[in-house]
């Protein structure tokens, strides 16, 4: 067990024993759990940081292709993505407007102006932030599980990001994002694993 | 005999036949006149080389081929097919050099140009780039975007571009201020709208081709408005075309609505005589032919406005006609004839006063910075003096008598019997209102702050209009420029290249969210070249390449697209403006460059894009203070100054006036006490309305100081009259019969309301140049007239109805 997987493990365990201390958590786990309810309880949390490793499967790439680094996010509407392996990377959003840098360039554009980047930020701030307007505005979303451990299902209302993104998947336990799963419309796949810090 | 009296008996001999003459040879040239309506000649000329370039851009530069469109109405789905269809259908009429309308496929010609040049155009590309480690880094780069959904770009060419060399140059060619893209087009982020923005091919300045090229977007969207889909369209083009229309439209409205009016009132002052009627308008043609064709001569052409203008000098040329036929009528008794040399002798020294006093006062407006203005000046100058001399010279034979018809020119004498028996009594607290205004004056803020935007007949609405569009399009006007100039083309784009190197730090910084350069579209020969000689020979790339690709994504085998397309850009011809011609990035560097002639150099212009706070002009000059030409210019401020800078001129050119008015005065009547006579009622004038604008918060600029001459030019005409009236009474022994009558009150009082009535129409124009003046003169001249009557007091006539 690398020491990632632990801290990981060591997560969901208190998560699982932090929902069954709560008699709230324990009647979430008989009463159906909706997108409301999740979106409730993912806003409950203002701010956080988090590690994340992201293996990406690509057709024509005979090899999985490997990144990791951090996530971070304020409420209502700030989040970083910073890659540190293979190659240093930053995608920070505010509001609007995203930052990339890339060793010493950096852009800034409005954010709704390249959709097709708009739509995983969406995806993964609106559910950070439990920002149930902005996931509603974006997706078509279903909610499976319980408050213990559930899923989110994403699918871009736009046709035309359709034809890119077939879904993307959020699952968490409680108020922790584990793991966003992208599908593409072209059959490529990436698997982004998600470890809360602090 | 000598000459001048010669001169004279041949004018007096041959005056009919001389004024003849000169109307036909006026009309024709006011038959072969240019009129032209666009507003360039209400922007001041440029003074400096700076102003000039600026100036130029905003008449015909890129801005002005801009044509901003909104498609709205039906539903989202709706809008973005139309906006699909209709850029197709704009792009194919070749009017229009681009088209943007968010629509990627569309770039489809431009992305294989920038393909097909990656290794010369692609900022990335150095020495270093082709190195282990570069290559390394930029496959790393590269394939860090497969597998999102972002990747699309790179994904059909990676194995040709592994160090993502297309990506770099997109990230550099996209505006920082890009607008929301939704279903594969650009919509707006406040309204349900879809929106594009096209460049006319025609320049800016050329209205009738800007008025072509709106024809056929209009034309081009009809078959969407069938779907219940609504266009709108703005931009400078658009402006100016509708201005043009406008004025063309509001001139003949104030042409026809102004002879109506004058016509009705001279029917009500002398009857229904045609003959008249005839008469009375004979000056008046003449004022406006001569008005036409002194400026035509001068100038070249005749504005609009000039033109809409002229319909008051109607009012003050009318003058001459009413004060001569009324004044002129013959006494009881007297001989058929007598009443023209009557009135030569009493009554034509104070009109040719007034003359000249108008010609002093509008004489300044001929040294003014804007061009249109010089018109007005020339026109009024030209126009008035035709008018008056047509009346002296032409009338005295026509209509030796004056004019017989009475009309209800009674009442009206008997009205102005009773105004000037009551004013003077309310000398006072009129008095008292003058210095009230003198106190609001000094109290109050100065109300000189009108700026260049106030002469736009553009309304509110559309200007809101424009700017959310603008928002939408993230086309907000720059707001700072830089030029920098060189005496050729490749100099030009390594200057722009210089000014870059130095922006890039303040962007990096956050003092400047971007800019756009001619060199990001064009990079210089040299740096061509240097980019070319960076790119290593085949065997060396194959070998850094194997060893760059160790453990990494791409397998090396795979990549031998990349080394061939390589090799070939080693030898690639460099690419200059010409080669960029038909291609859709010739339209992004012609905005930006702008080729020079014999004349002046070539110019590259860098428009700065804001970020959270404004730019700072000094932060960006001590950033630039090495790169030499470099020229920051801040396009409202710059603006702004520059028509500071006129009003301030104008101010002077106008109290030049007055004063040139008083001396005139001074020298004519050789008496103090009667220059303060005259003087008192028409400053208090100016006075009063210019402290009621500033109590009314009205921004006041160079039109209301054009207004305000003229004020004291028509004004000091009635004052005149009083005092001519007043200085008779004086002079002639006591008991002695009073030569003033209500009727000759009633010719003042009459060419005062033509006047008033013509400029009320300009008073309810909706172009603001029109509107401004007769804001400002039509309560002027009325003021002066009152003020005239109640300051200066003359004696009733023994017969209150006067002599008829």
Redesign the interface.
């Known amino acids: 067990m690398t020491p990632l997987d632990r801290r990981q493990a060591l997560a969901s365990l208190l998560a699982l024993g932090g929902a069954a201390a709560w008699p709230m958590g324990a009647r979430a786990q008989t009463a159906p759990f909706d997108l409301t309810e999740l979106m409730q309880l993912l806003a409950k949390v203002r701010a956080g940081e988090a590690v994340f490793t992201e293996k990406?499967?690509?057709a024509?790439?005979?090899?999985t292709?490997e990144?990791s680094g951090r996530l971070s996010f304020e409420a209502p509407d700030t989040f970083v993505r910073e890659?540190l392996k293979?190659?240093q990377?930053r995608l920070a959003v505010v509001g609007n407007m995203v930052t990339m840098s890339?060793g010493?360039?950096?852009?800034?554009?409005?954010l709704?102006?390249?959709?097709?980047?708009a739509?995983?930020v969406e995806a993964i701030r609106g559910t950070l932030t439990g920002n149930r307007d902005a996931i509603e505005r974006h997706f078509s979303a279903s909610v499976t599980g319980n408050a213990v451990r559930w899923t989110l299902e994403l699918v871009p209302r736009?046709?035309?990001?359709r034809e890119?993104?077939t879904s993307v998947r959020v699952s968490g336990q409680q108020a922790v994002v584990n793991e966003v799963v992208?599908a593409?419309a072209d059959g490529?796949?990436?698997v982004m694993s998600i470890t809360p810090r602090g | 005999m000598t000459a001048p009296t010669r001169l004279g008996v041949l004018a007096r001999r041959h005056a009919f036949v001389l004024w003849l003459l000169l109307v036909i040879a006026a009309a024709g040239t006011a038959l072969r006149t240019n009129y032209v309506a666009d507003l360039s000649a209400f922007l001041p000329r440029a003074p400096s080389a700076e102003q000039a370039v600026l100036l130029d851009q905003l008449r015909s530069g890129i801005a002005a081929r801009l044509v901003l469109v909104g498609i709205e109405g039906g539903t989202p789905e709706q809008r973005s097919a139309a906006s699909l269809q209709y850029a197709k259908t704009l792009r194919a009429s070749g009017a229009f050099d681009a088209v943007h309308n968010g629509d990627n496929s569309a770039f489809e010609a431009t992305g294989k140009f920038l393909f097909d040049h990656r290794y010369l155009l692609s900022p990335a590309v150095d020495a270093q780039r082709f190195s282990v480690d570069g290559l390394r880094a930029g496959i790393l780069d590269a394939t860090s975007l497969l597998g999102t959904p972002a990747g699309g770009v790179i994904k059909p060419v990676i194995l040709r571009d592994p160090t993502g060399e297309t990506i770099r140059m997109a990230e550099a060619m996209l505006p920082s201020q890009a607008p929301k893209s939704e279903g594969g087009v650009w919509i707006s982020r406040s309204a349900p709208r879809a929106v594009l923005i096209a460049t006319t091919h025609a320049d800016g300045a050329d209205l009738d081709a800007q008025e072509r090229a709106l024809n056929l977007l209009r034309t081009g969207f009809a078959p969407f408005e069938t779907q219940g889909l609504r266009l709108i369209v703005s931009g400078s083009g658009s402006f100016a075309v509708a201005s043009r229309a406008q004025i063309k439209s509001e001139v003949e409205r104030l042409a026809i609505a102004g002879g109506v009016a004058i016509v009705a009132l001279l029917l009500l002052a002398f009857g229904g005589s045609l003959r008249t009627l005839l008469t009375a308008l004979l000056p008046v043609a003449t004022g406006v032919l001569a008005g036409i064709a002194a400026v035509s001569l001068v100038h070249g052409n005749v504005h609009g406005i000039t033109l809409g203008f002229g319909t008051t000098l109607i009012g003050e040329a009318v003058d001459y006609a009413i004060y001569y036929l009324i004044q002129a009528r013959s006494l009881p008794g007297a001989t058929p004839g007598a009443g023209a040399q009557r009135w030569i002798v009493a009554s034509w020294p104070t009109v040719r006063l007034g003359l000249w006093t108008s010609v002093c006062g509008f004489a300044a407006l001929l040294f003014s910075g804007f061009p249109g203005l010089a018109q007005l000046g020339l026109f009024s100058i030209a126009g008035l003096s035709a008018a008056a001399l047509t009346t002296r010279w032409v009338f005295t034979r026509l209509a030796p008598d004056g004019a017989p018809g009475m009309g209800l020119r009674r009442h009206l004498g008997h009205a102005v019997g009773w105004c000037t028996a009551v004013l003077p009594r309310i000398k006072v607290p009129l008095a008292a209102l003058t210095l009230l205004a003198v106190f609001v004056l000094a109290w109050l803020p100065s109300p000189w702050r009108g700026d260049l935007s106030s002469l736009s007949p553009v309304g509110a609405a559309r200007m809101k209009l424009d700017a959310e569009l603008r928002a939408d399009l993230g086309a907000t006007d720059a707001g700072t420029l830089i030029a920098v100039s060189a005496p050729d083309e490749a100099g030009a784009l390594m200057q722009a290249e210089l000014v870059g190197a130095r922006l890039d730090p303040l962007v990096a910084a956050g003092a400047l969210a971007g800019y756009e350069s001619p060199a990001r579209v064009l990079p210089s020969p040299a740096l061509q070249a240097q980019r070319q000689k960076a790119l290593p020979d085949a065997a060396t790339l194959a070998a850094r390449l194997a060893e760059a690709t160790v453990d990494g994504p791409l397998p090396a085998p795979r990549l031998g697209g990349f080394i061939t397309d390589v090799q070939a850009a080693r030898t690639q011809p460099l690419l200059t403006r010409g080669s960029l011609k038909g291609t859709p990035l010739y339209g992004a560097l012609d905005a930006l460059l702008v080729p020079g002639n014999g004349d002046r150099p070539w110019r590259a212009l860098l428009s700065l894009q804001a970020g959270a706070q404004a730019v700072d002009p000094a932060k960006l000059r001590a950033a630039l203070a090495d790169v030499p030409n470099a020229r920051v210019v801040s396009i409202k401020p710059e603006l702004d100054a520059l028509y500071a800078r006129y009003l301030h001129d104008a101010t002077w050119q106008a109290l030049l006036g007055a004063l040139a008015v008083c001396a005139l005065l001074a020298l004519h009547l050789r008496s103090a006490r009667r220059l303060w006579r005259i003087a008192l009622p028409v400053a208090s004038a100016v006075l009063i309305v210019l402290a009621a604008f500033s109590v009314a918060g009205v921004a006041l600029g160079i039109l209301h100081l054009v207004g305000l001459l003229l004020t004291v030019a028509i004004g000091s005409n009635y004052a005149l009259f009083f005092d001519q009236i007043r200085d008779q009474q004086e002079h002639q022994p006591a008991g002695a019969p009073l030569t003033i009558d209500n009727d000759t009150l009633a010719s003042l009082a009459l060419a005062n309301l033509t006047a008033v009535i013509s400029f009320c129409l300009l008073a309810v124009s909706s172009i603001p140049a029109l509107f401004a003046i007769g804001q400002v003169v039509a309560p002027g001249i009325a003021l002066s007239l009152l003020l005239s009557a109640a300051f200066i007091r003359v004696r009733q006539s023994a017969t209150p109805e006067g002599a008829v």
């Open positions: 990406r499967s690509v024509m790439l005979e090899r292709l990144s890659t293979p190659r990377e890339s010493q360039r950096s852009r800034t554009v409005p709704d102006s390249v959709p097709e980047a739509v995983i736009m046709p035309r990001l890119l993104v992208v593409m490529d796949r990436s």
